[in-house]
């Protein structure tokens, strides 16, 4: 079976920074986009960072964007997102998932195009 496993969350003070990363197993998916999604308590699922195929596109929300960066590893099967200058505002449980399905929007931050999730990882930051 497919699975997606975060990792690498974890409670940080303001300014500080976190490693995350995503190892899939059950299949490759060195074929296809890449994404991370946070959701925070009592708000909807958001989209964070995206990378396609290859790596040599990447897609931020504006609200992280200069903070964090995308990167995959496709011979390890592997996407990590490094967050740096994290902020409270950050908080939240943030997931990969894979983008398998390519709608008319085609676009990477649109939760409806991707089909696999992980069980996600919490990150704190406080103060």
Known sequence: ???????????????????????????TFSSYGMGWFRQAPGKEREFVSAINWS????YYADSVKG??????????N????????????????????????????YSYAESNEYGYWGRGTQVTVSS
């Open 1 to 27: 079976q497919v699975e997606l496993v975060e990792s690498g969350g974890g409670l940080v003070q303001a300014g500080g920074s976190l490693r995350l990363s995503c190892a899939a197993s059950g299949r």
């Open 55 to 58: 790596g040599d596109n990447t």
């Open 67 to 76: 903070r964090f960066t995308i990167s995959r590893d496709n011979a390890k």
């Open 78 to 105: 592997t996407v990590s997102l490094q967050m740096s200058s994290l902020k409270p505002e950050d908080t939240a449980v943030y997931y990969c998932a894979v983008r398998i399905y390519v709608r008319r929007t």
